[in-house]
């Protein structure tokens, strides 16, 4: 199959992603990660990008995914937020169950008959904020700004590794086997060690978009690291060296996942979906979102689910959340549109981010805090406890502000950034310094 019939991006294509703009049509919200799990002959996938914490079902000879459940957290004295930034679906004693985040609670909800009953909850007393969850090895794994936590199912930590991406999270990943946490930021991709608890080894990836989501797959069975950077797809070993390397021409690049048999990696770089054969190098199948006749779609996170009968792709999609069979043919889909009178603009094209140049200071001190993942050209709210700011986004979305730490007594704030259109929003806690 020819590369760049399957892998190409013109011109055209990209500029109207960036910068058309329809008046009259429908918003719609953005979906860029989440997880799945085969459960009861159904497939069940989970997204909390909308701020709510949303579970959608497949049932097979469906063309549609049933938007099952769609919640918040239950607002409760000293919450900072009450939006849900990530979930993980999990199968415990015949039962399912999701595993939500907001802010520094954790939650974990039964799901019974499509709906979801809270089964535990914690708090993190430290403030360290639950960026993104993971399931590995049977275990739920939180990915905060200050570590990485293992936890069973009772919701007590039992592991914790002083390492995180705050900036994204979603780039923050633990292998299968839990031998090694892979750690992208920006142009480089840190191994760390987890019997050592050091980072035994950084590689160079190429990135002109360096607060982009990006996921790896790593072959533990012969230590081989599968990653799509904005250039190209590559193959490395755990030692650094790359193996091969095949050009891609989107400029964009996103995750990256074996299939089951572990003979193809399943890739994703916006406007294309693609399975790769990891022997030689050689496309298989793909889809062209261009083809899919589905507005505003542009392919980001991707999850493979095993099922009884073979395993499909989850393709979070912008506008819409794809299920594919493993021919990267339609199966079905869900279309997320909020009828409104708002024109239709560009949505983005990586996770909503941020990151601060320190995590504490003292009142009246400066803090530069950077984010990504709005709306090209997109007026802005940054607030710092109830001090608010204006700033604006670039052509990617992207901002850079200075504030000023306000005079309080309490130990923590928030600081957060809203999207005055999208109606997007992430936050993160800053420590303000007391004087003694």
């Known amino acids: 199959m ?12 990209v500029l109207s992603f960036m910068f058309v703009n329809l008046v009259g049509q429908s918003k719609t919200k953005a979906y860029y990660s989440g997880h799945a799990l085969a459960y009861n002959n ?45 979930a ?14 907001s802010g520094n609670r954790l939650y974990k909800y039964l799901i019974n008959n499509d709906e979801a009953f809270l089964a535990n909850k914690t708090i993190d007393n430290t403030w360290d904020w639950y960026g993104r969850l993971d399931k590995v090895g049977g275990k739920v794994v939180s990915l905060g700004t200050k570590t990485v936590k293992i936890w069973n199912s009772d919701l007590q930590a039992i592991d914790s590794y002083k390492i995180s991406n705050a900036s994204n999270p979603h780039n923050l990943r633990l292998s299968a086997d839990g031998k090694f946490i892979f750690n992208i930021k920006g142009s480089e991709l840190s191994i760390f060690d987890r019997t050592s608890r050091r980072v035994v080894r950084t590689i160079n990836l190429y990135s002109s978009n360096v607060t982009g989501n990006r996921r790896l797959a790593y072959d533990e069975a012969a230590n081989m690291i599968y990653v799509i950077d904005d250039g190209a797809v590559k193959q490395f070993s755990t030692d650094g060296d790359i193996y ?20 193809f990696v399943y890739i994703s770089n916006g406007s294309s979906i693609a399975k790769l054969k990891k022997s030689n190098f050689k496309f298989v199948a793909a889809l062209e979102n261009i ?8 392919a980001m996170g991707i999850n ?91 052509e990617y979305g992207r901002y850079v502000k200075t504030v000023t730490v306000p005079a ?15 109606k997007l929003s992430y936050s993160i806690s800053f420590k303000v310094d007391q004087a003694k």
Request: glycine residues 8%.
């Open 2 to 13: 020819n590369r760049k019939g399957i892998f190409k991006i013109l011109a055209i294509v």
């Open 42 to 86: 159904n497939i069940f996938i989970t997204s909390t990008n909308t701020g709510y914490l949303e579970v959608f079902k497949y049932e097979p000879g469906k063309t549609d995914l049933k938007n099952i459940i769609k919640l918040k957290p239950v607002q409760e004295s000293g919450m900072i937020s009450t939006d849900f930034n990530s």
């Open 88 to 101: 993980v679906l999990s199968e415990e004693g015949g039962q399912l169950y999701v595993y939500a985040s």
């Open 244 to 263: 091969k390397s095949l050009r891609h021409d989107s400029g964009f690049g996103y995750d990256s996942v074996l299939s089951a048999d572990n003979q």
């Open 291 to 298: 083809d899919l006749g589905i507005a505003n779609s542009w």
């Open 304 to 394: 493979r689910v095993d099922t009884s009968s073979g395993e499909y792709l989850v393709v979070f999609n912008n506008s819409n959340i794809l299920l594919l069979n493993p021919n990267m043919k339609f199966v079905a889909s869900y279309k997320s549109i909020e009828q409104d009178n708002q024109p239709s603009i560009i949505k983005p094209k990586e996770n909503l981010s941020i990151s601060l140049d320190k995590m504490n200071g003292a009142p009246y001190s400066n803090v530069m805090i950077s984010g990504g993942g709005y709306w090209p050209n997109e007026e802005l709210e940054v607030w710092i406890g109830d001090k608010n700011y204006q700033s604006f986004t670039d």
């Open 408 to 422: 309080t007594k309490a130990d923590r704030i928030d600081i957060k950034t809203l999207g005055k259109n999208s």
